[in-house]
């Protein structure tokens, strides 16, 4: 069964304070990791889309970085407009409508 | 680019009353649309995979006589939650990938309706 596991769940950090979140998968068959940031309210802004092992992203603040079993999002010196939650998401080989699954999330709270 | 709109942001209804939840794709069109269901800090689940011109294609354990799902045109796709109950509450993510991008390319997501059944 496809699956997606996000750590850690929350995290507090002071503005400047570099961090990094992971993002495990069990896919049959990648076709892509996506990132999402999700504030209160809202649907999820995309962020970036990995597709193969070896891959790396980056905009702003965040690099997104990938291997066979999981993905890091790393935020460099981050501030309080980074607070929100950030999610990845799979798209399984298995699919043919392209349907995403989702990790739980990790609620990042920047602290000035 | 890539904008997806939803309507409305959020609706009270009463429980036994139906509730219709439009998405619209405004800069692209789209033959598939996902919708899904997100409960408080909790993640996004699938319910329904919304074929434009062909019936929904539902997840396991979703009712598809309870959650409606019309794809009528290439940017549009409407949810009709049927005889809504307090359990239906819930905030409904739409979500869509331009018809001419590459089967993986990013979805794009509406900004949700927060639906409360009282």
Excluded at chain 1, 76 to 89: G, H, M, N, R, V
Excluded at chain 2, 62 to 68: G, M, P, S, T
Excluded at chain 2, 96 to 106: F, H, V, Y
Aim: aromatic share 10%; charged share 20%; with cysteine.
């Amino acid at each position: 069964e496809d699956q997606v596991t996000q750590s850690p769940e929350a995290l507090r950090l002071q503005e400047g304070e570099s961090s990094s979140l992971n993002c495990s998968y069990t896919v049959s068959g990648l076709r892509g990791l996506f990132w999402y940031r999700q504030d209160p309210g809202k649907g999820p802004e995309f962020l970036f889309t990995l597709y193969s092992a070896g891959e790396e992203k980056e905009k702003e603040r965040l690099k997104a970085t990938l291997t066979k079993k999981e993905s890091f999002l790393h935020i460099t010196a981050p501030k309080p407009e980074d607070s929100a939650t950030y999610l990845c998401a799979v798209q399984a080989g298995s699919s043919n409508t392209g349907k995403l699954i989702f990790g739980q999330g990790t609620t990042l709270q920047v602290k000035p | 680019g890539a904008v997806v709109s939803q309507h409305p942001s959020w609706v009270i209804c009463k429980s036994g009353t139906s509730v219709k939840i439009e998405c619209r794709s405004l800069d692209f069109q789209a033959t598939t649309m996902f919708w899904y269901r997100q409960f408080p800090k909790q993640s996004l689940m699938l319910m329904a995979t919304s074929n434009e011109g062909s019936k929904a294609t539902y997840e396991q354990g979703v009712e598809k006589d309870k959650f409606l799902i019309n794809h009528a045109s290439l940017t549009l796709s409407t949810l009709t939650v049927t005889s809504a109950h307090p359990e239906d509450s819930s905030f409904y993510i739409c979500s869509a990938r331009d018809r001419w991008g590459i089967n993986n390319s990013p979805l794009h997501f509406g900004n949700g309706t927060r639906l409360t059944v009282t």
